[in-house]
Nanobody, 124 residues
Framework: QVQLVESGGGLVQAGGSLRLSCAAS????????MGWFRQAPGKEREFVAA????????VYADSVKDRFTISRDNAKNTVYLQMNSLKPEDTAVYYC?????????????????WGQGTRVTVSS
């Protein structure tokens, strides 16, 4: 069993920054690539960023490219999402996800494990 726990969410003004963390525990050897998704009120969950285990290679949604940076510390079994230049439209619950596959996937159905989410609110 794998547990993913997100932290770092909160309220920030537009233009500000937040850093989200996702700590994995349990059978962490079964996790390869990891990703971040978000779900705004009344909207479907959408892909934000993903990172492979080795390399690592990264991929971003166009809406966050050049503002968000995903990274990981394999020794700590933790993945991060540095979010800069935040906009009100970034307001959402952010979910960490892990998958057994190696690639940095962009579809939620490619992920095997999910955290409970952390809320990010960006005020204008």
């Amino acid at each position: 069993q794998v547990q993913l726990v997100e932290s770092g969410g909160g309220l920030v003004q537009a233009g500000g920054s937040l850093r989200l963390s996702c700590a994995a525990s349990g059978l962490t050897f079964s996790i390869s690539a990891m990703g971040w998704f978000r779900q705004a009120p009344g909207k479907e969950r959408e892909f934000v960023a993903a990172i492979s285990r080795s390399g690592p290679s990264t991929v971003y949604a166009d809406s966050v490219k050049d503002r968000f940076t995903i990274s990981r510390d394999n020794a700590k079994n933790t993945v991060y999402l540095q979010m800069n230049s935040l906009k009100p439209e970034d307001t959402a619950v952010y979910y960490c996800a892990g998958r057994q596959g190696a690639g940095a996937a962009t579809f939620s159905t490619d992920y095997d494990y999910w955290g409970q989410g952390t809320r990010v609110t960006v005020s204008s």
